[in-house]
């Protein structure tokens, strides 16, 4: 809250969506570095390159309806949308399309990783 504050913070428009940004996660990947990836209502997966600028370096596409949720990893991202799907993308994957999609009988508002042994509450 501070940083906002003080105008410490970066902008950077997302132009490759064509519609509002619902979902962002900061993650270090093997292949970029870090990097911010974002969901929209467009249905779109978006990879920016931070150390370049914020240049966009994949493009995901799997969703017919607005993406509600997104859960990012190193090497993996998962997300939800209305059109009832759960789509999930390998990030060193040149694919556009999902390496695997998942029906549900709703529309999908959360999705997150689940890590075995590890305690949910501490």
Do not use: N
Request: aromatic share 10%.
């Amino acid at each position: 809250q501070q940083s906002w504050r003080h105008g410490r913070y970066a902008e950077h428009h997302l132009r490759e969506h064509c519609s509002s940004v619902e979902c962002l996660a900061f993650v270090d990947t093997p292949l970029w570095g870090r990097v911010l990836i974002s969901g929209a209502w467009d249905g779109a997966v978006y990879v920016w390159q931070l150390s370049r600028g914020g240049s966009c370096v994949r493009r995901y596409h799997g969703h017919s309806g607005w993406i509600t949720s997104m859960a990012a990893g190193s090497r993996y991202v998962v997300t939800g949308s209305t059109d009832r799907k759960v789509a999930v993308w390998r990030l060193d994957d040149d694919s556009p399309a999902p390496r695997l999609t998942l029906m549900h009988p709703m529309e999908v508002s959360v999705v997150r990783f689940a890590y075995p042994g590890r305690s949910e509450t501490k």
